[in-house]
């Protein structure tokens, strides 16, 4: 099939990088770009799950924090209002 492909210009520059580094046509590198690329985009691939790595904060200063009033004076001074 004939068509006309406008490309990038940093996609252009890198197709031109490689068909000098391979000694290949220019249409056997797009089209086997092509075929890893649309592979690779139907691909479906499971989200890596996020994981969080879990830090010793140490003991509770306060004693109770229900208070509220109680823990502001603890932490902030007696003058927290």
Same mark, same amino acid.
């Given at each position: 099939?004939? +068509? +006309?492909? @406008?490309?990038?210009? &940093?996609?252009? @520059? =890198?197709? !031109?990088?490689? =068909?000098?580094? /391979?000694?290949?046509?220019?249409?056997? /590198?797009?089209? !086997?770009?092509?075929?890893?690329?649309?592979?690779?985009?139907? !691909? @479906?691939?499971?989200? +890596?799950?996020?994981? +969080?790595?879990?830090? &010793? /904060?140490?003991?509770?200063?306060?004693?109770?924090?229900?208070?509220?009033?109680?823990? /502001?004076?603890?932490?902030?001074? !007696?003058?927290? =209002?």
């Amino acid at each position: 099939m004939r +068509t +006309t492909l @406008s490309l990038d210009a &940093d996609v252009a @520059s =890198r197709i !031109e990088q490689l =068909r000098h580094a /391979l000694d290949k046509p220019l249409k056997e /590198l797009v089209n !086997e770009a092509l075929r890893r690329g649309l592979a690779g985009m139907l !691909e @479906s691939r499971p989200p +890596t799950p996020y994981r +969080t790595q879990p830090v &010793d /904060l140490g003991r509770c200063r306060l004693p109770n924090v229900d208070d509220v009033a109680a823990a /502001l004076a603890a932490a902030e001074g !007696e003058d927290h =209002r």
